[in-house]
């Protein structure tokens, strides 16, 4: 069974400095695996998404995500970190011939001024 | 471009009364379409999820159903709501050739 698990369930970073959300997966073969943000009372907006292409991904608002197989790693990161960026971040798996999805329990990221 | 829609945005019902949410997308055809929900504190949890008009496969049971009428149309529904159904549900749509979902702005529901 495939399942992902977000190491922290809150990180509080200063406005400027670096962001690091960290999120493992478990799989018997090659993840599709993918970064969402969900602000108070939204939806839910795709950051970015591996798909067995090029490891290191890059997404919107200046987040990426690096995939490393040896470590069953996909931890997402951000050099500097904006008061926007404050939401909730979900690190989800793809599986299933309906390609459901399977989500992390959920990372709240706090950006103090 | 394809958008998603969901109503109504929140909704408040007593316990045992019926409940119908309504989920469609624009700019697309034959999507993929499923039914998540986020209770309070928590992640999300695939309800349902539908391949097909009149295709509907349950993850997990429960108090709810779900229908799909229409190609575009994905209806969540319950006979009786009970005080656990309280929470965001979420409808997402996937083409089929893409790996990615994406979600609807979603419906808050609060059982009293």
């Known amino acids: 069974a495939q399942s992902v698990t977000q190491l922290d369930s809150h990180v509080s970073v200063s406005e400027g400095t670096p962001v690091l959300l960290r999120c493992n997966y478990s799989s018997s073969y090659s993840p599709s695996l993918f970064w969402y943000v969900q602000h108070p009372n939204k939806g839910l907006q795709l950051l970015l998404k591996?798909?067995?292409?090029?490891?290191l991904v890059k997404g919107i608002n200046g987040f990426e995500a690096e995939f490393k197989k040896s470590e069953t790693s996909f931890h997402l990161t951000k050099p500097s970190a904006h008061m926007s960026d404050a939401a909730e971040y979900f690190c989800v798996v793809s599986l299933g011939s309906a390609r459901q999805l399977t989500f992390g329990s959920g990372t709240q990221l706090t950006v103090l001024p | 471009s394809q958008t998603i829609h969901q109503w109504p945005a929140t909704l408040v019902q007593p316990v045992g009364s019926p409940l119908s949410l309504e989920c469609t997308v624009e700019?697309?055809?034959?999507?993929?379409l499923y039914w998540y929900r986020q209770a309070a504190g928590r992640g999300l949890q695939l309800l349902f999820y539908s391949v097909g008009i009149g295709q509907i496969s349950s993850e997990v049971p429960q108090n709810l159903s779900a229908s799909r009428p229409q190609d575009r149309q994905f209806i969540l529904s319950s006979k009786k709501l009970l005080l656990s159904d309280s929470g965001f549900y979420l409808c997402?749509?996937?083409?089929?050739?893409?790996?990615?979902?994406?979600f609807g702005p979603g419906t808050r529901l609060l059982v009293l």
């Open positions: 997402a749509w996937r083409q089929g050739s893409s790996e990615t979902q994406y």
């Open positions: 700019g697309t055809s034959n999507p993929n």
């Open positions: 591996y798909t067995s292409a090029a490891t």
